[in-house]
């Protein structure tokens, strides 16, 4: 199925598909509240039956924006947005702990009749206004497949220190609060997605069982309000992620469905890990968004069709 790719210039880049949805909307205009930790995010997400699979801004956690790149813990900055969790006070308003990531530019922005592939650079700046880190960020659509029901995302993150010191990740979970590692690259579900399934390679565990686990993809799938359906979100590593060798700190899952829907591919769940100055870390993650639910067997099987 072919894609068009619009701009809205200073706000937004959508890819709509041929049957007329919407299928990705990414604002890079920040929204106005700093208190939110103002970055882009993906928002719309819609799979190509029209279904909208991210939550903006939800009355439990406004900072929640669709899918989004995050640091919750990073040298004592929060670029996840919203209360900052502190060790035996518990979160807290800390409005100028909460830091941003600012859009400089997109660098490559080539679109095809199939396929997206955007380059986009920015900057961490903690909250007075040093810039802490520069990201290089790609986002690529691809593989709309009408017969499947389905198309993928794959969003890269490749994060350079531009401190005289280390940058240091971290997580409430490493700051003191059990299995609460969120930081990374975070999912927020809609609202009908809470209560969905969530299962991994050769497990039927739930989302409790599977939280602060590793493999190399997990799946969510949900049944819809106001249509008889159901959507399937599929968050896979690139190999690398997952190898020692080669990752500068090994993932964990983030997952929640109850009482809200999110999944974030933790880089400090556990543990947390130094950034040097002058040196980068890079990560490479994939979305599949899909119409069905879909089961283990069939989440494998298409996995196993999409190279990297």
Request: with cysteine; net charge negative.
């Amino acid at each position: 199925m072919s894609i068009r790719v619009s701009h809205v210039h200073g706000e937004h880049i959508a890819v709509e598909a041929a049957n007329g949805t919407e299928i990705l909307r990414y604002v890079y205009r920040p929204d106005p509240d700093a208190f939110e930790a103002k970055k882009p995010y993906a928002h719309p997400v819609r799979t190509l039956g029209g279904r909208t699979v991210t939550g903006y801004r939800p009355n439990d956690h406004r900072w929640h924006k669709g899918l989004q790149m995050t640091a919750s813990h990073l040298s004592g900055q929060n670029f996840w947005g919203g209360n900052c969790y502190v060790h035996g006070q518990g979160y807290q308003y800390l409005p100028e702990r909460v830091g941003s990531m600012r859009h400089d530019g997109f660098t490559a922005l080539t679109a095809t009749e199939d396929r997206l592939d955007l380059s986009e650079t920015l900057t961490w700046v903690e909250n007075h206004g040093e810039e802490w880190a520069r990201e290089e960020r790609g986002l690529a659509v691809h593989s709309v497949d009408e017969a499947a029901g389905s198309w993928a995302l794959d969003w890269s993150i490749r994060l350079t220190n531009l401190r005289a010191e280390p940058l240091r990740f971290g997580s409430p979970t490493t700051a003191g609060r059990e299995m609460a590692g969120y930081t990374g690259l975070q999912w927020r579900g809609p609202r009908d997605f809470t209560g969905g399934r969530v299962f991994a390679p050769d497990t039927i565990a739930d989302a409790d069982k599977l939280m602060g686990s590793q493999s190399p993809w997990l799946a969510f799938t949900a049944e819809r309000d106001d249509v008889n359906a159901h959507s399937t979100l599929v968050f896979a590593h690139a190999p690398e992620n997952l190898d020692p060798a080669s990752a500068v700190h090994e993932s964990h899952w983030f997952v929640r469905s109850q009482p809200f829907p999110t999944v974030a591919f933790s880089w400090a769940f556990f543990e947390e890990f130094e950034l040097p100055p002058g040196e980068s870390f890079a990560y490479r993650y994939r979305l599949v968004v899909a119409d069905g639910a879909w089961d283990a067997e069939r989440v494998g099987e298409h996995l196993e069709g999409l190279a990297w």
